[in-house]
C-alpha cells in the first residue's frame, strides 16, 4: 500500500509564499498522476492541481492559477505546491493524493484517485 505524507504548511501572512512537500512510498511513483486538493471548514474537498506522470503536464484551478506551481522529481518520490501571493481564502488542510483509477479532465475529480495524505494545515492571516 502506498503511503503519501505531506508536510510544509503553517500559519503565514498574506502576500507571502510557502511550498508544501509530498513524498510517496513505493516504486511506482513515476508512473501516476498526482493531485493537491483542500478542504476549508465546513466545505467540501476541492481540487487546487494536477500533474502527469512525467511531470510534462499541470493543471489548475481556476483560483489558483498564475499563484501555484505544481512539480514533481520522480528521482525522490516526491510532488510539490510552491504557492506564491497567498491570500486568506487558501486558509485549508492541502492533501496530496495519487494514482487516479479512471482519467477526467485535468486529473480534477477527488473520487478517483487511489491514495491520499493525511494532509497538513495552511493558514493565511490577513
Known amino acids: 500500500q502506498v503511503q503519501l505524507v505531506e508536510s510544509g504548511g503553517g500559519l503565514v501572512q498574506a502576500g507571502t509564499s510557502l511550498r508544501l512537500s509530498c513524498v510517496a512510498s513505493g516504486d511506482t511513483f513515476s508512473t501516476y498522476a498526482l493531485g493537491w486538493f483542500r478542504q476549508a471548514p465546513g466545505k467540501e474537498r476541492e481540487f487546487v492541481a494536477a500533474?502527469?506522470?512525467?511531470?510534462?503536464?499541470?493543471y489548475y484551478a481556476d483560483s489558483v492559477k498564475g499563484r501555484f506551481t505544481i512539480s514533481r522529481d520522480n528521482a525522490k518520490n516526491t510532488v510539490y505546491l510552491q504557492m506564491n501571493s497567498l491570500k486568506p481564502e487558501d486558509t485549508a488542510v492541502y492533501h496530496c493524493?495519487?494514482?487516479?483509477?479512471?482519467?477526467?479532465?485535468?486529473?480534477?475529480?477527488?473520487?478517483?484517485?487511489?491514495?491520499w495524505g493525511q494532509g497538513t494545515q495552511v493558514t493565511v492571516s490577513s
Open positions: 500533474i502527469n506522470w512525467s511531470g510534462a503536464n499541470t
Open positions: 493524493a495519487g494514482r487516479v483509477r479512471y482519467y477526467c479532465p485535468g486529473y480534477s475529480c477527488v473520487n478517483e484517485y487511489d491514495y
